[in-house]
């Protein structure tokens, strides 16, 4: 069990997302950044179904029943285990009713809490994704509470080593082995996208405007999808526009000409003229960005966007196989 | 610059395929909503949900469209762009064509409580079509209109095409909160809000019918196919058919 002492911000139970029932209306929802929510799960040894615990802005202060292995990745917030500043991007071994508390943030939006074995929250159609708006999934449908007690599947440390030290230590944690990999995988403020559907239909300003002047993030942008502020993006002629499937990270851009990226929460179709799409490889590092950012954009190629998705699987995979020497999988508990 | 797009005959427009970004293919089966178009989205859909392609985890239909989200890693590295394995297959396949659906014989009277606080822009529809209030609510619901897609929320369904004359556009203003139930027309179609939210439609009327629950197996109340008719109830039957929505 997890003991929820403050809830922080808005702090969600999420995983890859909810694909396969999004013809009966239903979103994907999913981790913002999947990036940093995969690697979480890689650090403690889980497969690739499990959940995560979405930090957004300030993160929650909990205590395990049990002696938790953990890993905090995504945004720069400092966490402390019963006072004691304990490092991020590894697997901490975290004694049990240790005070584990999210901090100060320093950069980035979203943190990622995964625990070995993972939340052990009943699935709803197929995924432990928290639909707000929808009020069920994660943990019962909505953001944590204090109070709140989240259940665990029962795990082992996962590093024998780590539980023998914590019994000799006394200290509230002792640090797991460290894994070089990189924490974000694009650079800030510039973003692939490939052209939509609906590019030539564009003003030739637009166009221009779109790949050479800078945006910046509305206050109003959520998971649902970030609007963006700059010039103006109008089209050539008005468009008849039949609604179809829009998907994460697609910029769509509405009457009022300032486009906005859609992001986890967004709906499974749309009727505005797209632009273009942000590729998915950079799409972890925008869901880190904060109103106020500058956002701009640089063509590339399907080919290009591809790559780059590949490329971060075999970076994942690497990663997943050098753990993997140290860490033996955790037990699943999910249908793959 | 374009999305990357192909033709899969010089004398058709359609079927035509299209990437929606690195990891989501759409088959586009038509430019405007009409009965074929409709019959071969839902066919295509069956069909896919029956031999989900490798690396397939999700089929999204929409009014002339058919969206397979896919994750990338799934398909053979030797064969190349994933896409492009993903779209020659769908390509062969569309080439031989697809069996039609079996369609839903099923037809769902839809209980609506029309105009007053139930359907603040029945008069208003009213007027921009040249009909008084009780024709809308008649020609409202004197078709069998059939479901075309869910969106917007869970179990949310759009149906059509509604009668010519009740064609209206969507409101130039948004409203801020229409509430759960409301039953809404524009560009031809009529949808059903889910749960409140903001929304541009005409809202004529309120369902007391909750069209998703997770208790229910497929948890949405229609099905894709589905002919609808809506029927006009009062106040009184609205209150005591009302129904909780998850």
């Known amino acids: 069990m997890m003991h929820v002492d403050k809830p922080g911000v808005f702090s969600l139970l999420q995983d890859c997302g909810r694909y396969g029932v999004q013809r009966l209306g239903v979103p994907v929802n999913g981790a913002m950044d999947e990036w940093s929510h995969r690697v979480a799960n890689l650090l403690v040894g889980n497969g690739k179904t499990a959940a995560t615990l979405e930090c957004t802005l300030q993160g929650p202060h909990l205590r395990f029943d049990h002696d938790t292995l953990i890993a905090v990745t995504g945004a720069d917030m400092e966490i402390a285990i019963d006072g004691v500043q304990a490092p991020r991007n590894r697997a901490v071994l975290v004694r049990r009713n240790a005070t584990l508390a999210f901090g100060k943030r320093t ?13 052990a929250t009943e699935p709803v159609l197929g995924s432990r994704s928290t639909f707000v708006r929808g009020a069920f999934g994660g943990f019962e449908g909505r953001a944590l509470r204090k109070g709140d007690q989240v259940p665990l599947h029962p795990a082992d440390a996962g590093y024998p080593e780590l539980q023998a030290a914590l019994v000799s230590s006394g200290m ?118 904060l109103p106020g950012d500058a956002v701009g954009f640089l063509p590339a190629t399907l080919d290009e966007a591809e790559q780059a998705y590949l490329d971060r699987e075999d970076r994942l995979e690497i990663l997943r196989a050098a753990i993997r020497k140290t860490l033996p999988e955790a037990l699943a508990h999910d249908p793959t | 610059m374009t999305g990357r797009e192909e033709t899969l005959s010089c004398e058709r427009a359609f079927p035509r395929i299209e990437a929606l970004g690195d990891r989501c293919l759409m088959v586009r089966l038509g430019d405007r909503i009409d009965p074929a178009t409709t019959r071969a989205v839902h066919s295509l859909t069956d069909w896919l949900l029956a031999h989900m392609p490798t690396g397939v985890v999700d089929v999204v239909p929409a009014f002339t469209t058919v969206a397979l989200h896919y994750l990338p890693e799934r398909l053979p590295r030797a064969g190349g762009s994933p896409y492009r394995q993903l779209a020659d297959s769908l390509a062969a396949l569309l080439e031989g064509g697809i ?53 917007f929320s869970p179990g949310n369904p759009f149906a059509g095409p509604l009668d010519a004359r009740l064609t209206v556009p969507r409101r130039t203003t948004p409203r801020a909160r229409v509430e759960a139930g409301s039953v809404a027309i524009a560009n031809g179609l009529s949808s ?21 629950d997770l208790a229910w197996t497929p948890p949405t109340r229609l099905r894709l196919g589905d002919r609808l ?11 005591s058919m009302d129904e909780r929505r998850s």
């Open chain 1, 107 to 119: 950069g980035g939006a979203r943190a990622y809490l995964a625990v070995r074995g993972g939340f």
């Open chain 1, 172 to 289: 509230p944690f002792v640090n797991g082995p460290v894994f070089r990999f990189q924490s974000h995988a694009a650079p800030m403020g510039a973003w692939r996208f490939i052209a939509g559907p609906q590019w030539d239909a564009f003003s030739d300003k637009a166009r221009q405007s779109f790949t050479h002047d800078v945006f910046r993030i509305d206050a109003r942008s959520d998971r649902m999808g970030y609007r963006l502020n700059g010039p103006v993006l109008d089209l050539k002629h008005p468009l008849e526009m039949v609604s179809e499937a829009v998907n994460f990270g697609t910029i769509q851009v509405p009457p009022d000409g300032n486009p906005i990226v859609l992001m986890a929460d967004r709906q499974g179709a749309g009727g505005y003229p797209k632009i273009g799409y942000v590729i998915s490889a950079d799409l972890p590092a925008l869901a880190q960005a």
């Open chain 2, 99 to 151: 069996a039609p659906a079996e369609q839903s014989t099923r037809l769902v009277e839809v209980p609506v409580c029309y105009g007053g606080e139930y359907g603040p822009d029945l008069d208003d529809v009213a007027q921009r079509c040249d009909l008084t209030p009780d024709e809308v609510i008649r020609l409202h619901g004197a078709s069998e209109l059939v479901v075309q897609t869910f969106f």
């Open chain 2, 192 to 212: 059903i809000y889910q749960v409140a939210s903001p929304g541009g439609w005409n809202v004529i009327g309120r369902t007391p019918w909750s069209m998703f």
């Open chain 2, 229 to 239: 008719r809506f029927v006009p109830v009062s106040p009184e039957t609205f209150a």
